[in-house]
T-cell receptor, first 114, second 112 residues
Framework: GEDVEQSLFLSVREGDSSVINCTYT??????LYWYKQEPGAGLQLLTY?????DMKQDQRLTVLLNKKDKHLSLRIADTQTGDSAIYFC??????????????FGQGTTLQVKP | KAGVTQTPRYLIKTRGQQVTLSCSPI?????VSWYQQTPGQGLQFLFE???????NKGNFPGRFSGRQFSNSRSEMNVSTLELGDSALYLC???????????FGQGTRLTVV
């Protein structure tokens, strides 16, 4: 079945790196996403990785994918107080019979201490 | 380029009433998906529309319905509201229903 798991909370100091982890169960996943949600706001797409990739880097963000273990991580370098938010991992198995549907994890609350 | 616009931002309704929420996707995007976000269940997929047709549906009762217009704008309707329908309803738009999905700010529905 489809399931995405994340740890619920992470606390780091400003300037440190943050690593948020996610595991998924659907081996047919084609895309894996990271979204950020600030209080009272919608979801902001941070980055995504195609399932045939191992790594993707985008400025301070690095996504690592271990397909064998179905493990995805998001590393935020030089974490700032503005990075405090809830981070959601999501997976999608796009296909003619499964469009537009993302399966989300529970979200990881990132707390950045000054 | 304007983002995804959801209206209204906040709604308070009484049990038993019905409600209609609106979503205007990013210009050129033809796929609109709807999600319900609650503290207990997290983010759950409601349905997806493309070219005025519902292509995919989540596990929600028939009280939840939607439609899409020829300009890709979408509405969702919840009839006979229950207290448990209180949630943040988010809509996402994408070009054709895959790759990048961009979310709106959501509509916060409170049922009293």
């Amino acid at each position: 079945g489809e399931d995405v798991e994340q740890s619920l909370f992470l606390s780091v100091r400003e300037g440190d790196s943050s690593v948020i982890n996610c595991t998924y169960t659907d081996s047919s996943s084609t895309y894996l996403y990271w979204y950020k949600q600030e209080p009272g706001a919608g979801l902001q797409l941070l980055t995504y990785i195609f399932s045939n990739m191992d790594m993707k880097q985008d400025q301070r963000l690095t996504v690592l994918l271990n397909k064998k273990d179905k493990h995805l991580s998001l590393r935020i370098a030089d974490t700032q107080t503005g990075d405090s938010a809830i981070y959601f991992c999501a997976e999608a198995s796009w296909g003619s019979s499964n469009t537009g549907k993302l399966i989300f994890g529970q979200g990881t609350t990132l707390q950045v201490k000054p | 380029k304007a983002g995804v616009t959801q209206t209204p931002r906040y709604l308070i309704k009484t049990r038993g009433q019905q409600v209609t929420l609106s979503c205007s996707p990013i210009s050129g995007h033809r796929s609109v998906s709807w999600y319900q976000q609650t503290p207990g269940q997290g983010l759950q997929f409601l349905f997806e529309y493309f070219s005025e047709t519902q292509r995919n549906k989540g596990n929600f009762p028939g009280r939840f319905s939607g439609r899409q217009f020829s300009n890709s704008r979408s509405e969702m309707n919840v009839s006979t509201l229950e207290l448990g329908d209180s949630a943040l309803y988010l809509c996402a738009s994408s070009l054709v229903g895959d790759t990048e999905a961009f979310f709106g700010q959501g509509t916060r529905l409170t049922v009293v």
